[in-house]
């Protein structure tokens, strides 16, 4: 009997991971043909040694793939009204060339996902967030007029460029103006007859810029950077460094800190911006924004739990652990989300979710780790802290060092 597949199965059969316009480099360089999946694209978790790329973020530069970013225009009269209804935050104060954090919630307040706004000129804007939201967005354009949402997430190559001398090689390269950009200002360049965005933004919590041009010069632009770069330590680095670099800086990350609530099944498994310390992201001056009543009620009750940044005695990490009131780990009250031992901070660090009441007592955690093919368990006292682990001043600085 000759069997034969069905157009369906025919169809799913040939599907495959899209390819970033940057990849024909980074898989010349993934000498550990390391990689994952980031929204249907083969996405680098790391090419060489995740620990060595985190080094280069901290001590010289690197870039990071975010091509895989959903990004999307949203142009017309009616653009900065549907954002502002939708977001929790007032973008009307938003200038132009400049760019915000956000995050969108449903009518519970649950968060759905956060991300970035920049505002192109009076009507036009783009947003940038990790999971698809176009239907998110079409929602919330419905009663409004003049309106766009076009998805560039294909067509625009998008490149993180993070680290101390990330000003100097792009200094280097010519870009007239680059020191006057503010963290969070964003300017447009002229590269070969190319329009190259760049903002002083990024998810390492260092001096970092993100670069955004049509695919069709991606890999020029690669090139050019990397020619630049060769004597200020360019290397690239994936999603594992990445990681390593947001905790220290105490940035979220989806399906870590929390669940987008549109893809979350069992009740309040998911969060509340409140929940998550984004409290400050929620601009009840406002008079309507979806989510704003369930989120005057959570701000007037206060979250059941909150993250919070721990500082972990001695040096294993907390990864998976959980949290309790006294030593004798008889009282559970919250759950580690992240956890590392930070090299640039030389301390034991984590994010949890914790019960608020409890915020106030003794934290404690109970850590499972392995030596030599033989487990061990450990009960270490915790420090609650509110600044970020990682915060240098060049961070900050206009303009940056020039090496």
Known sequence: MIVTMSSIEKKYSDECLKLSPFHERQAALNIRDSWSVWNGYKFAEYYYDAEYEYFCVRNTCGTYDISPMQKYLVRGGDAESMLNRMVTRDISKLKNNR???????????????????????????????????????????????????????????????????TFSVLNAMGLKGIEKLKPFDFSLFD?????????????????????????????????????????????PFGESATNMARLEAGFIMPYMEFNEALKTVHYQHDQTPFELNLGWLVDFDKPLFNGRDALLLDKKNGPKYTLTKLDIAGNKPAEDSYIYSDKACTQEIGYV???????????????????????????????????????????????????????????????????
């Not at 967005?137 to 419905?142: D, G, H, P, T, W």
């Not at 989300?337 to 106030?360: C, G, Q, R």
């Open 99 to 165: 760019v915000t954090y956000v995050c969108w919630c449903t009518n519970e307040g649950r968060m759905i996902d956060d991300g970035t706004i920049f505002k192109l000129s009076a009507n036009e804007f783009m947003l940038t967030c990790g999971s698809p939201s176009l239907a998110w967005l079409r929602k919330a354009s419905f009663g409004y007029n003049d309106i766009v949402i076009e998805d560039v997430t294909d067509t625009l190559a998008g490149l993180s460029f993070q680290g101390p001398t």
């Open 191 to 235: 590269f070969a007859g190319a329009e190259l965005m760049i903002s002083r933004t990024g998810f390492t919590g260092d001096l970092g810029y993100e670069l955004w041009i049509d695919k069709k010069h991606a890999l020029s632009l690669w090139d050019k950077l990397y020619a630049t770069g060769e004597n200020y330590g360019i290397q």
């Open 337 to 403: 989300t992240s956890a590392m031992w930070s090299p640039a901070v030389k301390a034991n660090i984590a994010m949890a979710m914790i019960k608020t009441e409890y915020l106030e007592g003794e934290l404690w955690a109970e850590i499972y780790y392995e030596k030599e093919l033989r487990q061990y368990d450990k009960v270490a006292r915790c420090k609650a802290t509110n600044k970020p682990f990682w915060a240098p001043d060049r961070a900050r600085m206009t303009p940056p060092e020039n090496f």
